[in-house]
């Protein structure tokens, strides 16, 4: 694929290290890759941004961030409290088509949730996919209320005729609970796709080789990697 777009269910969630690990087996594969981000919400200049933390565990990327907000709130809020011009979607669509033609792999990652509003007109990263005639994929919580928030995405992008990836649960907890256990097998229902990985907890703090090493292990072949969601699964069967 050219495009891969990467949403969270919700706000910190994991979905920058999920983006890092699929560009880092990428890049392991001897792929030009690139990682775009429409909105950097609550960051002022010069701080490092998700981008920046991508290219640290994942290696040489073309990052590229259209806008950045100071206010850690939704992209839309964010501008209009900045007296900013706001991200359309059509503008992020055009600018990972322009990287595409020099990378074998463009990954696009939201701010938040599938539906939060980059402009005053409700634009959204779902319009950015749809434009791209990308799919996307779902990075949820391991633990209770993941289910609701994952259907509600999921059943925004079959509305929207756009492919669902897959799921990758983006912080699986050491410990895991009763729900987190449940939900492997619970998750792909909801996402009505595959569960494509589990990324442990803490994978953000690995040094690049450690965090490569880790992506191989976490991620299913779909995205480069070896893990085999059915064993996982019964590892942890309730």
Same mark, same amino acid.
């Given at each position: 694929?050219?495009?891969?777009?990467?949403?969270?269910?919700?706000?910190?969630?994991?979905?920058? *290290?999920?983006?890092?690990?699929?560009?880092?087996?990428?890049?392991?594969?001897?792929?030009?890759?690139?990682?775009?981000?429409?909105?950097?919400?609550?960051?002022?200049?010069?701080?490092?941004? &998700?981008?920046?933390?991508?290219?640290?565990?994942?290696?040489?990327?073309?990052?590229?961030?259209?806008?950045?907000?100071?206010?850690?709130?939704?992209?839309?809020?964010?501008?209009?409290?900045?007296?900013?011009?706001?991200?359309?979607?059509? *503008?992020?669509?055009?600018?990972?088509?322009?990287?595409?033609?020099?990378?074998?792999?463009?990954?696009?990652? %939201?701010?938040?949730?599938?539906?939060?509003?980059? &402009?005053?007109?409700?634009?959204?990263?779902?319009?950015?996919?749809?434009?791209? %005639?990308?799919?996307?994929?779902?990075?949820?919580?391991? %633990?209770? %209320?993941?289910?609701?928030?994952?259907?509600?995405?999921?059943?925004?992008?079959?509305?929207?005729?756009?492919?669902?990836?897959?799921?990758?649960?983006?912080?699986?907890?050491?410990?895991?609970?009763?729900?987190?256990?449940?939900?492997?097998?619970?998750?792909?229902?909801?996402?009505?796709?595959?569960?494509?990985? *589990?990324?442990?907890?803490?994978?953000?703090?690995?040094?690049? *080789?450690?965090?490569?090493?880790?992506?191989?292990?976490?991620?299913?072949?779909?995205?480069?990697?070896?893990?085999?969601?059915?064993?996982?699964?019964?590892?942890?069967?309730?």
């Amino acid at each position: 694929m050219d495009f891969l777009v990467i949403s969270g269910t919700g706000t910190e969630i994991g979905k920058t *290290v999920v983006t890092a690990a699929i560009a880092s087996l990428a890049l392991a594969a001897g792929q030009k890759v690139a990682v775009l981000k429409p909105a950097q919400t609550g960051l002022r200049p010069g701080e490092p941004g &998700d981008v920046d933390q991508v290219a640290a565990l994942a290696g040489p990327v073309t990052g590229q961030e259209l806008a950045r907000f100071p206010d850690p709130l939704a992209p839309d809020t964010a501008a209009r409290r900045a007296g900013l011009p706001p991200v359309r979607p059509a *503008v992020a669509a055009a600018a990972a088509t322009q990287l595409a033609e020099q990378h074998d792999l463009v990954l696009v990652e %939201g701010a938040g949730g599938l539906l939060v509003r980059f &402009d005053d007109s409700g634009g959204t990263l779902a319009d950015v996919a749809w434009a791209l %005639g990308a799919p996307v994929l779902l990075v949820a919580a391991a %633990g209770l %209320g993941t289910l609701n928030a994952t259907t509600l995405s999921a059943e925004a992008l079959a509305r929207r005729g756009i492919a669902c990836a897959g799921v990758v649960i983006g912080s699986w907890p050491a410990d895991p609970d009763l729900a987190a256990r449940c939900n492997l097998s619970d998750l792909p229902v909801a996402a009505g796709a595959a569960l494509l990985g *589990v990324v442990p907890t803490g994978a953000g703090q690995l040094d690049r *080789v450690e965090f490569r090493a880790m992506a191989r292990r976490s991620l299913a072949p779909p995205l480069g990697g070896t893990f085999d969601a059915e064993e996982f699964t019964e590892r942890y069967a309730a």
